[in-house]
T-cell receptor, first 118, second 114 residues
Framework: AQTVTQSQPEMSVQEAETVTLSCTYDTSESDYYLFWYKQPPSRQMILVIRQEAYKQQNATENRFSVNFQKAAKSFSLKISDSQLGDAAMYFCAYRSVNYGGSQGNLIFGKGTKLSVKP | DADVTQTPRNRITKTGKRIMLECSQTKGHDRMYWYRQDPGLGLRLIYYSFDVKDINKGEISDGYSVSRQAQAKFSLSLESAIPNQTALYFC?????????????FGPGTRLTVL
């Protein structure tokens, strides 16, 4: 079974600085999807960025980018020019490309709480 | 209007009571999910449904039941609530034909069992 590990329960960053959140996963599959979700104090789950494992290029969405290291099974999220609105819980998630049965379900890490200091 | 709605948004109940959490979606998606979020544990899957006639247990289904009344509605029931079911509950939807299977989440229901 696949597992997702976020080893940093809490992180802190100064406004305008850069921070990297770590995520590792375990799978025997060769193709899959990886996601980062943001959960601000409003509780809403917001998709931040998505990475397809077959793509070697790291995904980027504005100030958010990932460092995807397939061999190391690592998927870190980098937030550049951190803003106060980035303060939230961040969840890393894994999904198989096979969407039949339970294989299509998301597997979440336990989350990292990011604080942004003004 | 929100695409995925949950009612109630907050609920306090007592041990032993039956409670139902409701989820509705206007996205027209086939798949619907119920998750539970606990501090330090992330989100864990309770039940999922691929269509009205297909309901499946997730990682932590004990103590819960679900009903898919229509494509757009998926309800989660706690037959006899207990304090360790105090948590944040999320409904989510996804589209079968979306190969990326992106899931869209509702706003969550904060449930407290006294």
């Amino acid at each position: 079974a696949q597992t997702v590990t976020q080893s940093q329960p809490e992180m802190s960053v100064q406004e305008a600085e850069t921070v990297t959140l770590s995520c590792t996963y375990d799978t025997s599959e060769s193709d899959y999807y990886l996601f980062w979700y943001k959960q601000p104090p409003s509780r809403q789950m917001i998709l931040v960025i998505r990475q397809e494992a077959y793509k070697q290029q790291n995904a980027t969405e504005n100030r958010f980018s990932v460092n995807f290291q397939k061999a190391a099974k690592s998927f870190s999220l980098k937030i550049s020019d951190s803003q106060l609105g980035d303060a939230a819980m961040y969840f890393c998630a894994y999904r198989s490309v096979n969407y039949g049965g339970s294989q299509g379900n998301l597997i979440f890490g336990k989350g990292t709480k990011l604080s942004v200091k003004p | 209007d929100a695409d995925v709605t949950q009612t109630p948004r907050n609920r306090i109940t007592k041990t032993g009571k039956r409670i139902m959490l409701e989820c509705s979606q206007t996205k027209g998606h086939d798949r619907m999910y119920w998750y539970r979020q606990d501090p330090g544990l992330g989100l864990r899957l309770i039940y999922y449904s691929f269509d009205v006639k297909d309901i499946n247990k997730g990682e932590i289904s004990d103590g819960y039941s679900v009903s898919r009344q229509a494509q757009a509605k998926f309800s989660l029931s706690l037959e006899s609530a207990i304090p360790n079911q105090t948590a944040l509950y999320f409904c989510a939807t996804s589209e079968l034909r979306d190969y990326r299977n992106e899931q869209f989440f509702g706003p969550g229901t904060r449930l407290t069992v006294l």
